[in-house]
Every structure is written in structure tokens, then in C-alpha cells.
């Protein structure tokens, strides 16, 4: 079920106007998508940081467009003001739920490798994993147990168990987890300093010295 949120439209589009809109705590928006005209919009701030919050990036939000109609929206980009760490600006885009669309989801380990436990180290070289399905199939994250992971052990993409309601598009053969062993670097014999290095002589030179004498 869409998680609901109030909109209300904004006719003003001046910077004057787009300040006064983010100092009553409402955040400036486009909606659009599905043949959609672009609508310029405003929604509340605390309401739609806890909806991607609780709901997870990709929730389905059913929009209402200053009370005069709803729509199947997706948060589809955000601005943040690095200073203030503040939202400033949203863009959401309108979703047919009859069909598929691809999004990226959160990749996530649970348990706690065996591997580690030995010594050696977790490594996650992916975090997000491309995904198709429809609206209401698309999962909050994936998560995979890593916990029989051991040493020298790796996970790819064609490890992952699916429901079934959803595909992932990432390459088959490409790496999600892998233990690798502990650093040895520590048991490699140190090279000489500087000045234990022999000294280099020229035999010619040498010979040259010895006919001098």
C-alpha cells in the first residue's frame, strides 16, 4: 500500500518565492513522468524525510496534488544543501504499477563470517545492486548472509536467492563478497637501508687503479 503525501502547488517560481517556501519547511518539487506535464510542487519537509526514511528510497508514494487528484509517485532525485545539510529540492516521478521499472536497492550483510572470525577480512565491493520489477515488487534492500563465508570464500550475483518477484540485472559473474586472508606484508623480509646496500665497483676501474700504483 502507497504510503500518502499532501502536496500544494506552487505558481511562483522565483528565487524570492522558492526561498519563502523553504523557510515555511516545506521543500520545493517537481512531479512528473507517464506523459505527465512537469507540475511544480511543494511538499512538507519532516513528512517526506521520514516517508524515505521509514518507507526506504524506493517506497510508492501516493501523491496528492493540492487536493485535486493522487498519484503513484517514486522519489526519483533529490538536492541536498551541503552546509546546512538540509533537503532543498525533490524530483519525484509518476509510476504505472502494472509495469516493470528499474531501480537500484540496497545491498546489506547479515551474520558474521566465519571467515572473520579466523582472522580474515570481509570485503564488500558492491552496495547497491540494479533490480527490475514492478512498482510494488521492488524490495526495501537485499540482504545476504554471510556468516558460512570462509577464507578465500566469495559470493557473486548468481548466489543471491530471488522471490521471484523481482530480477536482478547486475552481471551473474560479478563479485557481492569475498574473505580475503589476513594481511602478511608484516612477514616479508625487510630490504636492506640505504646504507647497508654493498658498493657497486667498476672492475675497469679497478684494473685502472692497480696499473696506476
Known amino acids: 500500500m502507497a504510503v500518502k503525501l499532501k502536496s500544494t502547488n506552487r505558481e511562483d517560481l522565483t528565487k524570492s518565492a522558492t526561498k519563502q517556501v523553504r523557510n515555511s519547511g516545506r521543500v520545493p518539487a517537481v512531479v512528473y513522468g507517464q506523459g505527465k ?113 570462509e577464507i578465500g570464500d566469495s559470493l557473486t550475483v548468481a548466489d543471491l536467492s530471488t522471490s521471484g518477484s523481482y530480477k536482478i540485472l547486475d552481471e551473474q559473474d560479478t563479485t557481492v563478497a569475498t574473505i580475503v586472508a589476513p594481511d602478511t606484508l608484516d612477514d616479508v623480509e625487510e630490504a636492506p637501508e640505504e646504507g647497508d646496500k654493498p658498493e657497486l665497483v667498476d672492475p675497469e676501474a679497478e684494473t685502472l687503479n692497480e696499473e696506476n700504483k
Open 37 to 149: 506535464e512537469p507540475k511544480s510542487i511543494s511538499v512538507d519537509s519532516i513528512e517526506l524525510v521520514k516517508t524515505v526514511r521509514d518507507e526506504g528510497r524506493n517506497a510508492i508514494i501516493s501523491l496528492d496534488l493540492d487536493n485535486s487528484e493522487s498519484v503513484d509517485v517514486m522519489l526519483h532525485d533529490y538536492q541536498i544543501d551541503p552546509i546546512k545539510d538540509e533537503l532543498i529540492h525533490a524530483d519525484f516521478y509518476v509510476v504505472n504499477m502494472s509495469e516493470e521499472m528499474d531501480v537500484e536497492v540496497s545491498l546489506r550483510f547479515e551474520g558474521e563470517a566465519q571467515g572473520a572470525k579466523d582472522g580474515g577480512v570481509l570485503q564488500q565491493p558492491l552496495y547497491t545492486l540494479q533490480v527490475r520489477a514492478k512498482p510494488s515488487s521492488i524490495p526495501e534492500e537485499i540482504t545476504v548472509d554471510v556468516s558460512p563465508l
